[in-house]
């Protein structure tokens, strides 16, 4: 065989190698298979900023689901807050609520923000994700969490936790902030494995 047919040879060995490779990985075992995630994105305004809050669920797992998504968002007192969109869900709409607490402290800094998701199943095994996504630059923060169905998933987007120390002088406790930022941005819908 002379060379030329030789590498033309080896060169279509290769091509077929490599098409054959995304099969191999997807079905090899022990490699996890990729799903694909379908989302439910109500939009909402935090004190004039907009932020996406999304919530996923397998594509497979979708005819578990049996009833409205549920969002409660949770800010410091006296911020002002807003529904600006919802979509279809996942074949049941979405409910949106929004609740103050004097537990979150708003600085010149930082607007903390709770969010709790509950999707209802018919079974409490479904994989459920949450990300809260700010848009443009402001006081919020991301922050992304990870549940199950029938469960509500909590996400603490910069958080600030008031704790108490021991004044220098032992006159008793102090208020002191510590920061405990959730910070992470993911993509809408999409195929992962």
């Known amino acids: 065989m002379n060379a030329r047919v030789f590498n033309l040879h080896r060169r279509m060995v290769r091509l077929r190698l490599l098409a054959l490779l995304p099969l191999l990985l997807v079905t090899a075992p022990g490699v996890d298979a990729a799903r694909t995630w379908c989302r439910t994105d109500p939009v909402v305004s935090i004190d004039g900023q907009i932020a996406d809050i999304i919530v996923m669920a397998s594509v ?61 199943a018919t079974s409490s095994t479904v994989p459920i ?53 959730v910070m992470s941005r993911t993509l809408g819908c999409l195929t992962m494995g």
């Open 60 to 120: 497979d797992d979708l005819p578990k689901i049996t009833g409205a998504t549920q969002v409660v968002v949770v800010v410091p007192i006296a911020v002002n807050t807003r529904l600006v969109a919802t979509d279809p869900g996942f074949g049941f709409s979405e409910v949106v609520s929004f609740k103050q607490s004097d537990q979150l402290l708003l600085t010149s800094s930082l607007l903390p923000v709770t969010v709790r998701v509950y999707v209802p």
């Open 129 to 181: 994700k949450v990300n809260f996504n700010p848009r443009g630059i402001g006081l919020l923060s991301s922050a992304s969490g990870t549940g199950t169905a029938n469960s509500w998933v909590v996400l603490k987007s910069g958080v600030w936790a008031l704790t108490l120390i021991q004044s220098p002088n032992g006159t008793g406790a102090v208020p002191r902030l510590a920061q405990r930022p």
